[in-house]
Structures are given as C-alpha cells and as structure tokens.
C-alpha cells in the first residue's frame, strides 16, 4: 500500500482519538444519552440513575431521568475534479474523509460516502465497518481527476434522492463554481468544507510559462500576465464573497481548509459553531 496513504489514515485515527479523548466531536458525533429531567427516586428505578450529589444537597434521592440519542447517519459527499490535483488538495480531502469516517464509526454513528467527479458517481451504503470505511478511502486516494469537470447541478438531485433519511452531511470540494444547497438544507444539516490550496488563490507564474485547463488537461492559448493575474485575484474574491454569503443565508455551517496540520481545528470549529 502507498506510503503516503498510510500515513495519512494513521494521522486521521491519531486526530479522532484525540478529540474524542477530550469529548470535543461529542457534541454533534456523539452516541449515548442526554439529560432530560431530575426527578424523585421511585422504587423501580434503577439505582445507577440516582445523582448522589442532588440527592446530599436535596435531601432525598434523586434520579436523572435520560433519553437515548439517535443514531446518526453521517454522509461525507467529495466533489473532485481536475483542479484536486494541484498541491495536495487530494491527499488533504483524504485526511477530511478520514477523520469524518472514523469520528462517526467511533461513536458508534452509520457513516455513508458519495463520490463525484466528471459525470460520473460512485455511492457507498451506510456502514458502521472499519473495513468498508478503509476501502472507501483507499478508493478515492486511487482517482485520477485530471481533465475531468463537475457537475454541481446533478450533485443536490442525486444527493437528495440517495441520502434518504435526515442526516449530517458533508460536502468538501474547492467550490470555485456556484453550487445550490437550498433543497438539501430543507432535509439535512448540511457542512461544507472547502479545500483550497494557497497558490490558487495567489498565482505565481511566470509570464512564459505554458498553461494547462485541469478540467480539460488541455493547454490555455494565452499568457499568465500580471494583469490576467490580478483579474483572476480580483474574480475569486468576488466568488468567494457570494459563496459565503449564500451559506450564511441558509444557514450552512462551513470553513476552509489549506493543509493537514489544521484539518482538526478547523472540523471541530465546523462542529461547535
């Protein structure tokens, strides 16, 4: 197996453990029981239920009366295309799909993976398998996006009509073109992680340099020169600025991710907004 890979799947369970060590993903991937009300001990409740410290100050027993979580069906939806191979948005989209896929089978949570490059789908069943998980993974490391497009336009149809039950569902793509989540939203909780990598959004190139589309793999007939640079600076802020400002306004939580080493912070940011 690849090395690389390797060592990207260790560093994942390495970062899930540590935030459940501290109960910092509890909060929305957590499984097991809520409070619901302190009430009187009565006698066919279970004395494991009793709050000794309520009890001392009260003055009598009393029992923490619990309701039991749902389960959770986490769906983690990756959207490649050519641009996931510069720098190492893929090997970073790997780690993100890592550490959502291990975060949900630790706390004992369905996770389920859509896979979207070019025209083309690849859907996963719900699963609560290690195995299956590291399958998945290896899966997407082995894509080859290059001179594939996407078509964001098919990914709420199909998402809507794949994820069937209400869920947490991730989307993680670069997003450098408009995608509608409105109908999503209505059904699920919806993320977003946008994995960008540094010089996309600052170009350096050099004037002579020979361009290629990587959603084509085809050459680009024109010059990189400092004002094509600046335009193109100018046009993804511009995007940027109405990418935010749709997810603000439906309510979509989401962050940005440039490179592994803040993977962690920015997800459990994501989660405790």
């Known amino acids: 197996m690849n090395s690389d890979f390797e060592t990207i799947v260790l560093r994942a ?4 453990y540590t935030l459940l060590q501290g109960g910092n993903l509890s909060r929305v991937l957590g499984q097991g029981y809520d409070f ?9 409740d279970d004395i494991r239920h009793i709050s000794w410290i309520n009890s001392a100050k009260l003055g009598e027993p009393y029992v923490k009366k619990m309701h ?10 990756m959207l490649l295309n050519g641009r996931t191979i510069i720098g190492k948005k893929q090997e970073l989209m790997v780690h993100i799909l890592a550490l959502l896929g291990y975060s949900a089978l630790y706390t004992n949570n369905l996770f389920q993976s859509i896979f979207f490059m070019g025209e083309a789908s690849q859907h996963f069943e719900p699963s609560k398998n290690i195995e299956a998980l590291e399958r998945v993974l290896t899966q997407f490391f082995t894509l080859q996006p290059l001179g594939k ?3 964001l336009t098919r990914v709420q149809s199909e998402l809507f009509k794949r994820v069937e039950q209400k869920s947490l569902l991730f989307l993680v793509g670069d997003f450098l073109e408009e995608i509608d989540l409105s109908i999503l939203v209505q059904k699920h909780e919806v993320y977003v992680i946008i994995v960008r990598d540094k010089w996309e959004e600052s170009p350096q190139v050099p004037a002579d ?6 959603l084509t793999n ?7 020169s400092k004002k094509a640079i600046a335009h193109y600076v100018q046009k993804l802020k511009e995007h940027d600025a109405k990418l935010e400002a749709y997810l603000h306004a439906h309510q979509v939580k989401f962050c940005k991710v440039y490179r592994s080493e803040e993977v962690v912070e920015k997800i459990e940011g994501l989660l405790h907004l």
């Open 218 to 224: 085809r050459a680009i007939n024109r010059t990189a």
């Open 13 to 16: 369970k390495e970062d899930v």
């Open 68 to 77: 039991e979580e749902r389960e959770l069906n986490v769906v983690v939806s």
């Open 209 to 214: 340099a020979e361009l290629v589309n990587p």
């Open 149 to 151: 497009g996407l078509n």
């Open 36 to 44: 619901s009300e302190l009430r009187t001990y009565e006698s066919s």
